[in-house]
């Protein structure tokens, strides 16, 4: 067994939490994920119980660990990468979360998010904050839960609240630092990207009191140190902090303006690195922090596909058409094409470019000839054609097209999808050897914030390329699958 370093990330997500281990040399030493439940309620609500998501990740450290043949003494700095807007309040003297989190995929805001859109508030809030008014974000979660649970408002204002993302809080509870970082703040609703601080006036609209809040850091300093965790030795820094999604722009080494991700998930995401300055969108994109380093903010635009491989576990746990998500490619190459059957997956709402929460999923082109097959490959193009219209939006604001798309995240493993995705959008899409590149990112910001790396110059020159897929699509073809596509986007 080595005694070689360590650094540990904390991958906490939507459906599990991952562990990863790296070296620093860049290398994965080892990773472990651990699923827990998402919990319904009602329709449109989605909630976690944060002590579930605590459990999932001492379990996936532990096994991480152990996969590793290491012990955890060896771990010289954490990182944490979350999902992102989904949002709690905890008591400070117990530590206890009033309610369960509101989740990001949660719609239960949607009627006050149209409210203040009626009211005419929405410019106001993409010029302070870069967002839309959609429940997507976490000021209007937060609204929610002081309303809704009895005494929440009152002990928010007296200061005897923390409020939090995820990252907030596993920070909190690893070493009792209640921060975030600009990548975190930045999907609030209520964070201001040219002052990078809260805003009070987003903050007197949701009717939100500054005393609950956290301290907004950098995506790479140490925070505090862990203690009395049990699973963890004291004294180790917790010494990065980001968005998941911005966690994979830094993890694929988009370090130059220009430069793009798209993370295959529960849902797509695509970033794309616009340097020093914000850049307003006028296509439906979201204008976010990417990271704050050394002093610096790069900022990022991004667009969100709620539903990507959410719509193959569909298929697999909602229709029964297979056991194992894997088993789709196979079932889609099994036919030349979808037979005309178009699927929106929209069964979390529609996010950007048409932020539509109240869109429903549909499936159109059905005929007697259809088969279960068809409908997997009609899945695939839904995921591609999503991903397809938000980087045309994004092009929009770029003024041209963008010529090349790194991909991560589980489904990037689908060599059908990748090449789909490519010739949709006439753009090579490149994989890299580590897809874990959200985990990846949140160690790397850790091992800089503890001197472990000294610039990101180190890192862009450890990261390396696995495969790479280049435009072969029918124009046609294409053509009148975005057509089709277009009028189904219409009809969800």
Not at 156 to 174: H, K, N, Q, V, Y
Not at 340 to 366: D, E, K, M, N, Q
Request: proline share 4%; glycine share 10%; charged share 20%.
């Amino acid at each position: 067994m080595s005694n070689q370093p360590l650094i540990l990330a904390i991958d906490q997500g939507t459906t599990g939490t991952t562990a990863l281990l790296i070296n620093e040399a860049i290398e994965v030493v080892a990773s472990h994920n651990v699923e827990f439940p998402n919990h319904y309620p009602e329709p449109g609500h989605v909630e976690h119980d944060v002590e579930e998501i605590w459990q999932s990740v001492t379990a996936a450290v532990g096994g991480a660990l152990q996969k590793a043949d290491a012990t955890a003494d060896r771990i010289q700095a954490i990182g944490i990468t979350n999902q992102r807007e989904t949002s709690l309040f905890w008591d400070k003297s117990t530590g206890k979360a009033i309610h369960r989190a509101l989740v990001w995929q949660d719609k239960r805001t949607a009627d006050f998010c149209e409210k203040l859109k009626a009211d005419g508030r929405e410019p106001f809030v993409k010029k302070r904050t870069g967002l839309v008014l959609d429940p997507y974000f976490s000021g209007t979660k937060a609204r929610w839960l002081l309303n809704n649970v009895p005494g929440a408002r009152q002990k928010a204002e007296a200061g005897e609240l923390c409020f939090g993302t995820i990252d907030s809080w596993l920070c909190w509870r690893l070493t009792g630092a209640h921060v975030t970082d600009p990548s975190n703040a930045s999907r609030t609703l209520f964070f201001n990207l040219h002052s990078m601080s809260w805003d009070d006036e987003m903050l007197a609209m949701l009717e939100l009191p500054r005393a609950c809040l956290p301290r907004v850091a950098a995506s790479s300093e140490v925070y505090g140190t862990t203690r009395g965790l049990g699973f963890l030795p004291d004294g180790i820094p917790v010494a990065g902090l980001i968005g998941d999604q911005q966690g994979a722009l830094f993890g694929q080494a988009c370090f130059a303006e220009g430069m793009a991700k798209c993370t295959y998930g529960t849902g797509a995401f695509i970033l794309l690195n616009t340097g020093s300055t914000p850049r307003p969108s006028n296509h439906g994109m979201l204008t976010t922090v990417g990271w704050s380093l050394g002093g610096q903010t790069t900022y990022a635009l991004e667009g969100s596909a709620f539903i990507a491989g959410a719509a193959v576990q569909w298929l697999r746990d909602g229709l029964g058409i297979f056991e194992q998500a894997a088993e789709v490619e196979a079932l889609a190459l099994s036919v030349k094409d979808s037979g005309g059957v178009t699927f929106v997956p929209a069964l979390a709402g529609l996010g950007a470019p048409y932020w539509r929460p109240h869109a429903r999923g549909l499936i159109s082109g059905i005929t007697g000839g259809t088969t279960k097959a068809h409908l997997a490959r009609a899945t695939l193009d839904g995921i591609a054609l999503q991903i397809a219209d938000i980087l045309d939006a994004m092009s929009k604001d770029l003024g041209g097209p963008l010529t090349s798309l790194r991909v991560d995240g589980g489904a990037s493993q689908n060599q059908t999808l990748m090449q789909r995705q490519s010739d949709l959008l006439s753009a090579t899409c490149v994989r890299p050897k580590v897809l874990e590149t959200t985990a990846l990112g949140s160690a790397l910001l850790a091992g800089l914030g503890t001197g472990i790396w000294s610039s990101t110059d180190d890192i862009a020159a450890a990261w390396s390329e696995a495969a790479r897929f280049t435009p072969a699509g029918d124009a046609a073809e294409i053509t009148a699958t975005r057509a089709r596509w277009a009028q189904a986007i219409e009809r969800a």
